[in-house]
């Protein structure tokens, strides 16, 4: 069975320090990973994908991927009081990546105004 | 672009009665994904839909558990009888076959209390 493993946190950062997010998964034939963000009482966003090793930015988010380690991680460099909210790992296995996700229980991360 | 639209957005109901869940997706998704979400949880997927096909219930309790994908486009997810332990929110999802990475859209979800 797929785990996707996450501390749950709370992850507590001062505004402007950079807050890291990790994720470990168990499956080695995973394609695809996902960092989603949720506010509490709303659904999940995506924030970022990765599907290769090596590290992706957009804007503050930096996505970072190991498959060797198994290891997912999300940097949010510049942090906001706005971005304080849960984030989900999430790991899809499938070829052409429409497989279901899983998904781990999330980092309540806090940014400190 | 409209987003993944799903309704009720709250529902009550007392253990043993029915309930159903009622999703649209984003227009031209031909995936459709059902997922329960316990508080302090990430979400569990139930049920995956391609088309009008469903290719992965197997999380999906079939004693209890039904759904439905007419046509391919709307989608109903069903509870016959709603027991406590099923007070959740349920997430619909949907992504275009051609995702490639399969980013999914999350609906607003229907938050479940059985009392």
């Known amino acids: 069975q797929k785990e996707v493993e996450q501390n749950s946190g709370p992850l507590s950062v001062p505004e402007g320090a950079i807050a890291s997010l990790n994720c470990t998964y168990s499956?080695?034939?995973?394609?695809?990973f996902f960092w989603y963000r949720q506010y509490s009482g709303k659904s999940p966003e995506l924030i970022m994908f990765i599907y290769s090793n090596g590290d992706k930015e957009d804007g503050r988010f930096t996505a970072q991927l190991n498959k060797a380690s198994q290891y997912v991680s999300l940097l949010i460099r510049d942090s906001q009081p706005s971005d304080s909210a849960t984030y989900l790992c999430a790991v899809n296995g499938g070829l052409g990546g429409a497989d279901g996700l899983t998904f781990g229980k999330g980092t309540h991360l806090i940014i400190q105004p | 672009e409209a987003g993944v639209v799903q309704s009720p957005r709250y529902k009550i109901i007392e253990k043993k009665q029915p309930v159903a869940f009622w999703c649209n997706p984003i227009?031209?998704?031909?995936?459709l994904y059902w997922y329960l979400q316990n508080l302090g949880q990430g979400p569990e997927l139930l049920i995956r839909?391609?088309?009008?096909?469903?290719?992965?219930d197997s999380q999906l309790p079939k004693d209890r558990f039904s759904a439905e994908r007419l046509k391919g486009v709307d989608s109903t997810l069903k509870i016959q009888p709603a027991e406590l332990g099923d007070s959740a929110v349920y997430l619909c999802?949907?992504?275009?076959?051609?995702?490639?990475?399969?980013?999914?859209?999350f609906g607003p979800g229907t938050r479940l209390t059985v009392l």
């Open positions: 499956d080695r034939g995973s394609q695809s």
């Open positions: 839909y391609e088309n009008e096909e469903a290719v992965d």
């Open positions: 999802a949907s992504s275009s076959e051609a995702g490639g990475v399969g980013e999914q859209f």
């Open positions: 227009s031209g998704h031909n995936t």
